[in-house]
């Protein structure tokens, strides 16, 4: 008898993946034995589902909507603003005041026709990976301004209650941008904008050697301030992002290693329960990761808990044995 993510880790954290319209179809079955909680990949991206300012595009997202509420399947938000994934026309002939204005209709028509999903990432991914907290290589911040943050959280709350507001992120336990991210939260939560959550994407075989004490530390941080705390896309790439060879699967050691990492995190992860409320993988299954075309279109990567048949892998009964 196969366990049941969603089952075993019921007293810790909701289980989630990341889905789309074809594999609500195709992965159904293991979606429903194992997740309560789904996230759109791209479908509820700005570019995605609002590609002329007078026309949304809502028919895939809807289907993902509607497939959660058939299956009483929480649902999360993803994403409002983006440096990708932005639509041309947002931006065309636009100072600060246009932008959020169109920023502000494209929130209330989200939040309108999807009114009951539990947690919105309302910024993705805006914090510098360098030297300056904000990433400045956006149309956000060179439109609206240095203080776009602030605003683009004042027109989610006129929507959305304060305890759904995410910021999202990745290389969330490094140090140096880990303590970037709780800064900006921290000075945004003393100037009264409401931040109620934090996601920590946890791309983690991209870093490749895991520094568990960091993780460990991190979320520590992350609980300090109050916050919510999601996982939001969480993988195990079996390749690190600077290694562009295309290989064709992952050996055996490899895949060792990964078992190690899943393991470890998730005893981490259930020290944190009273902290973390949702924990989401990117994808269902190995067939339909990202991770198979990024950073190397094709290569075979194998970064999630089931394989390309949709079968668990040493990592899912590793992180079941508790």
């Known amino acids: 008898m196969q366990f049941s993510l969603k089952e075993i880790y019921k007293d810790y954290f909701n289980i989630g993946a990341a889905v789309n319209p074809a594999s609500i179809k195709s992965h159904k079955d293991l979606i429903l034995k194992h997740f309560n909680s789904l996230t759109c990949e791209n479908e509820m991206k700005f570019g995605n589902i609002h590609p002329?300012?007078?026309?949304?595009?809502?028919?895939?997202a809807d289907k993902v909507y509607d497939f959660a509420k058939?299956?009483?399947?929480?649902?999360?938000?993803?994403?409002?603003?983006?440096?990708?994934?932005?639509?041309?026309?947002?931006?065309e002939g636009a100072d600060r005041k246009t932008a959020l204005a169109r920023l502000d209709t494209h929130i209330k028509a989200l939040t309108d026709r999807y009114p009951d999903i539990y947690a919105w990432d309302?910024?993705?991914?805006?914090?510098?990976?360098?030297?300056?907290?904000?990433?400045?290589?956006?149309?956000?911040?060179?439109?609206?301004?240095?203080?776009?943050?602030?605003?683009?959280?004042?027109?989610?709350?006129?929507?959305?209650?304060?305890?759904?507001?995410?910021?999202?992120?990745?290389n969330e336990f490094d140090p140096v941008k880990r303590d970037k991210i709780i800064k900006k939260i921290k000075s945004m939560q003393k100037?009264?904008?409401?931040v109620s959550g934090?996601?920590?994407?946890?791309?983690?075989?991209?870093n490749h050697e895991a520094q568990f004490?960091?993780?460990?530390?991190?979320?520590?941080?992350?609980?300090?301030?109050?916050?919510?705390?999601?996982?939001?896309?969480?993988?195990?790439?079996?390749?690190?992002?600077?290694?562009?060879?295309?290989?064709?699967?992952?050996?055996f050691d490899q895949y060792k290693k990964q078992v190690l990492v899943y393991r470890e995190f998730f005893k981490i992860l259930r020290q944190y329960k009273n902290e973390i409320e949702t924990v989401t993988f990117w994808g269902a299954a190995d067939d339909v990761s990202w991770l198979n075309y990024c950073p190397v279109k094709g290569r075979k990567n194998g970064g999630l808990?089931?394989?390309?048949?949709?079968?668990?892998?040493?990592?899912?009964?590793?992180?079941?044995?508790f």
């Open 52 to 60: 002329e300012e007078k026309k949304y595009n809502f028919a895939p």
């Open 305 to 321: 808990l089931f394989d390309e048949n949709q079968q668990p892998k040493e990592a899912f009964y590793a992180i079941c044995d």
């Open 191 to 194: 100037a009264g904008i409401p």
């Open 70 to 91: 058939k299956n009483g399947l929480m649902l999360r938000g993803h994403t409002f603003v983006w440096h990708w994934e932005v639509p041309k026309w947002l931006f």
């Open 122 to 170: 309302v910024i993705n991914e805006g914090i510098d990976d360098r030297d300056d907290v904000l990433r400045k290589k956006t149309p956000w911040f060179e439109t609206v301004g240095k203080d776009y943050f602030e605003r683009v959280y004042e027109i989610a709350a006129k929507h959305l209650p304060g305890d759904l507001l995410f910021y999202n992120d990745y």
């Open 213 to 251: 004490d960091e993780m460990k530390k991190g979320l520590e941080k992350y609980a300090a301030l109050g916050v919510k705390i999601h996982v939001t896309e969480l993988d195990v790439s079996n390749y690190s992002f600077d290694d562009k060879k295309k290989h064709q699967k992952p050996t």
């Open 198 to 206: 934090v996601g920590l994407q946890c791309h983690l075989g991209f």
